[in-house]
């Protein structure tokens, strides 16, 4: 088990930046793959972005490709989501969330498959 905490949300207007950052503790956090997801008011909670423990695979919601970057810092435990030209429907409770992965290319965009979660970053973009 790891214990994930986010952190960065806030508010920023459309076309802003905004950098997401999930520090871990606990367990050993390179074995773990680790996913972003996000859930509106009165809205199932979706997929956003993942990364395999090595760091080289990566995986995309639609929606955020070519906006959106994940990326991991094993030195510091640490993954964090680069942002970019945020749209008002971006808006929304972000979690991290990590699941153990025998192999580097193991990285799953479920979010029954992930065990451990943190507590949720709001971010709130404006038009």
């Known amino acids: 088990q790891v214990h994930l905490v986010e952190s960065g949300g806030g508010l920023v207007q459309a076309g802003g930046s905004l950098r997401l950052s999930c520090a871990a503790s606990g367990g050993t956090f390179s074995n773990y793959a680790v996913g972003w997801f996000r859930q509106a008011p009165g809205k199932e909670r979706e997929f956003v972005a993942a990364?395999?423990?090595?760091?080289?695979?990566?995986y995309y919601a639609d929606p955020v490709k070519d906006r959106f970057t994940i990326s991991r810092d094993s030195a510091k435990n640490t993954v964090r989501l680069q942002m970019n030209s945020l749209k008002p429907e971006d808006t929304a409770v972000y979690y991290c969330?990590?699941?153990?992965?025998?192999?580097?290319?193991?990285?799953?965009?479920?979010?029954?498959?992930?065990?451990?979660w943190g507590q949720g970053t709001q971010v709130t973009v404006s038009s």
């Open positions: 990364i395999g423990w090595s760091g080289i695979t990566r």
């Open positions: 969330a990590a699941h153990l992965a025998y192999y580097s290319t193991t990285v799953s965009q479920k979010n029954t498959e992930y065990d451990n």
